[in-house]
């Protein structure tokens, strides 16, 4: 009982984190599932959108214009490696390990060369904090938080439904297709990339107003927990969620799935040093479940067949 107890008491804060992740796991979606591209940049560029947030808001910016040019550093991350990989023609996964090097001295650049830079919801107006996780009312981050990603899910819908966002969706689908058919592939694999890490950073920017500080090493094992979200939501909700919108909630409520898992974990005694190792075995897992469903249903079907 006291297990269940303390995993209910732990469910509001697992699920703004969920949520906050979430958003950065829609960006590693645009890439592994729309793009097609693997890209390790979200790792770098998850900590630029927090030092450029929390910097921003503590020189007296407002949050909401910090947030967005958070975005937009995120984009200019996602721009760099797009361009090595269109344009130097490195290969995409070099391409993100390259700009993530770089990025960790850029983001001690923005910090001050420091590593780790607070800021308190006493002294700053932030958009969400974990104080307020359990308070009732408008500033409690899982009412911003839920409204943030709704806004947010509806405007890729939008986006994507557009003449560019159908374009990127075919180049990810079938490049040389998307060619033949006189798309500018390499335009659209930058301006996806720049997409994917711009919401990373904003995932980013929320995360640091949500901890209390920006972390130079914040971002690291970024790209796991982005596949886990998106693995977890695949492989739970795909046939339930089929229409685009939906598919992004999916990896929505797999972020959110994954944090109680494990806070959950946690709860059962698991080192919390040891959680980079559990992050990698749930992928494993969730990886390698549609695999397991395709071997059990063939016996099915070829027994059908005779």
Known sequence: ??????????????????????????????????????????????????????MLIKGGMDTGLAMVCAFMAGMLAGAVTGLFHTRCRIPAILSGILTQLMLYSINLRIMSNKANTPISVDKYPLLVSSRYVRVVGWNNPLIVLALFVALLIVALYW?????????????????????????????????????????????????????????????????????AAVIIGEVLLDKLFRAFALKLLAVIIGAILYYLVLQAVLLLGLNSNDLKLMTALVVAIFLTVPNLKGHLLKPRAKGKEA
């Open 1 to 54: 009982m006291n297990f269940f107890a303390s995993l209910l008491n732990s469910l509001p804060s697992a699920s703004a984190q969920g949520m906050i992740w979430g958003i950065m796991a829609i960006g590693v979606y645009l890439t592994y599932r729309i793009l097609d591209v693997a890209d390790l940049t979200v790792d770098g560029s998850l900590a630029t959108g927090a030092a450029v947030c929390v």
């Open 159 to 227: 986006f994507f439904g557009t003449e560019r966002g159908c374009s990127i969706r075919a180049t990810g689908a079938n490049r040389h297709m998307a060619q033949a058919q006189g798309i500018n592939t390499d335009v659209n694999v930058v301006l996806g990339l720049m997409l994917s890490n711009g919401l990373v950073a904003l995932s980013g920017a929320l995360l640091g107003q949500y901890s209390g500080s920006a972390d130079v090493n914040m971002g690291r094992g970024a790209i796991v927990i982005g596949l």
